[in-house]
């Protein structure tokens, strides 16, 4: 249980790195591909974050990525498609996480579970802090995405949100409920209030940095800010929970 929250996050940042690093064994022509595809989504993130869905160029993700533009089409077919990739790469770490999580904790199946304690309590919401801290940490360019096509008002990034994301938010507030039920935490918990005010917590200071910043002028990115976010988090979490 004690390193519950290094293996999970350790899962999902290894899918992070996961087209950066091809198989030593891969013949040539895999390694290639691999390769070019890393750069393809690296020069896309780039453009779509600078300039949203719309305003990108095949084009010039092709010149960034050091490539003809043949290729794009080669691996994704087209704009739409590689824009899924993109996100979906941005999402991959954060969702395999979770999933990871939950698996170990047994809060992932149809089996009986038993009530959790308190201890094992504090242990899941500090993992699932931290990996919502690393994924708002490490992936810039996603929220940059996501931002241009919210304030857009396209369904491109809602569409690929809806399809990954969804399914682990409901995953985690059924179980917060299935909790309430076993007498594990307070039964009149708002399961999804809660998990989206986590979300939420997590991601401000790193979405807002400058609102943030004015209004408490500390280093935002150095450790010690961020340890005491985290435990903050973690304490207002479990204080609204525990009977």
Known sequence: MANLRSTALLDGRRSIRALAEPPVAAPRRERNAAETKRRILAAAGVEFA??????ARLGHIARRAGIQQTLIHHHFEDKARLFD????????????????????????GKAKRKAVSAADMR??????????????SHN?????????ESQANLAQAHRVLEENVRPLFDAIVARIEEMGEDGSIRRDVDARNLVLSCVAMASFAFQQAGFVG???PADLD???FIAARKAAIVQMVLDHLLV
Do not use: N, P
């Not at 242990?123 to 708002?136: M, Q």
């Open 50 to 55: 600078a300039k949203g869905f719309d305003g």
């Open 85 to 108: 990739a993109v996100l979906q790469l941005g999402l991959e770490g954060m969702t395999e996480g979770v999933w990871k999580l939950l698996e170990q904790m047994g809060l992932r």
């Open 123 to 136: 242990v899941l919401c500090e993992a699932f802090i931290e990996l919502l801290f690393s994924f708002y």
């Open 140 to 148: 810039s360019v996603f929220l940059a995405m996501v931002s241009h």
């Open 214 to 216: 004015a209004l408490w």
């Open 222 to 224: 150095s450790s010690a």
